[in-house]
DNA sequence: CGTGTAAGGAATTCTGACACG
DNA sequence: CGTGTAAGGAATTCTGACACG
């Protein structure tokens, strides 16, 4: 994925509406999960609220898990483990590639 | 670039206030654009246009030209043209690969 | 030809609140 | 807790038209 690939889908360019075609979400579930933190519009300088592909992709997610009644509050914690996870991939891959470097440079040195 | 990706480019979803503000076009702009057909945006159920990232990139293409003095039908002539042109390279890319299949299959015949 | 603008109507979006459960 | 709804106001969008050049 290019980085101009990426800024489609992370631009925040979709009215509340669309979403709500979209995801098929009504506008009050919508605005609800924001007020609970799960998702974060951009506002535009007139106040509407702006959503990404992205937005509407991790909505989608919500509204299967909500159909499977898990509660708001959960969703979130699930979405905070999920980044912890990921941060946690990334401190270990950073520490492999810098143990290879290690290596690397003390073959070198010698 | 992956089908997904390409969908995000092409999916018509954005309204013609916000591609006013991501083009620097005026609204009257865009629409008239659309009536020289030089885009093609798709009409939700209650009849407001929806454009893609592709159409605004599109649209900005059109602006740089205007701004450079070329009339809206010159434009029109130039889109079509790059698309006939862009028809001639895949039907002598196709040529050349059934050029190469046949080669391929002559060889292991005999 | 290309673009601005006023006109009138219809649909959207926003917020805060009450309702129900 | 999660969602629907009526309320009132503000901003958007649409079309057809007149204006200017």
């Given at each position: 994925m290019t980085i101009e690939d990426k800024s489609y889908k992370e631009k925040?360019?979709?009215?509340i509406g669309i979403v709500s075609e979209l995801t098929g979400l009504s506008v009050r579930q919508i605005r609800y999960y924001e007020e609970r933190k799960l998702i974060s519009p951009q506002r535009s300088t007139r106040g509407t609220r702006k959503y990404s592909f992205s937005d509407v992709e991790k909505l989608m997610e919500i509204a299967n898990k909500r159909e499977d009644g898990v509660q708001t509050a959960e969703i979130l914690k699930d979405m905070r483990r999920r980044e912890q996870a990921l941060k946690g991939d990334n401190q270990l891959r950073n520490k492999m590639l810098e143990g290879q470097l290690n290596a690397h440079f003390k073959y070198r040195n010698r």
């Open positions: 925040k360019v979709i009215s």
